[in-house]
Nanobody
Framework: QVQLVESGGGLVQAGGSLRLSCAPS????????MGWFRQAPGKEREFVAA????????YYEDSVKGRFTISRDNAKNTVYLQMNSLKPEDTAVYYC????????????????WGQGTQVTVSS
């Protein structure tokens, strides 16, 4: 059962920005670490960013460092992925995930996944 809901995807020109949001549908995720993954056609699922349980540590895939920022708003119980300077290579379905493992870049460590939101970058 899907327990996370993503929003904020869409079509944007290269160089533009989008902010993705992720929130639980039925429960809080305060005891989980949160991650963002993406999958482009013909490609394997790729780690994008993660946030520690405490929110004090962040992790990024090399190609998005300096452009993407993962953050959380505890009051809103929401995790965000701010994406700036978008490139056509960023085009993919983006998934929010929650897990209790320790290998934050490994999708198999995540127990809960959203349905995904499409991000398309033109040019």
């Amino acid at each position: 059962q899907v327990q996370l809901v993503e929003s904020g995807g869409g079509l944007v020109q290269a160089g533009g920005s989008l902010r993705l949001s992720c929130a639980p549908s039925r429960r809080t995720f305060s005891s989980y670490y949160m991650g963002w993954f993406r999958q482009a056609p013909g490609k394997e699922r790729e780690f994008v960013a993660a946030l520690s349980r405490s929110g004090g540590s962040t992790y990024y895939e090399d190609s998005v460092k300096g452009r993407f920022t993962i953050s959380r708003d505890n009051a809103k119980n929401t995790v965000y992925l701010q994406m700036n300077s978008l490139k056509p290579e960023d085009t993919a379905v983006y998934y929010c995930a929650a897990g209790i493992g320790i290998r934050v870049r490994d999708g198999d460590q995540y127990a809960y996944w959203g349905q995904g939101t499409q991000v398309t970058v033109s040019s």
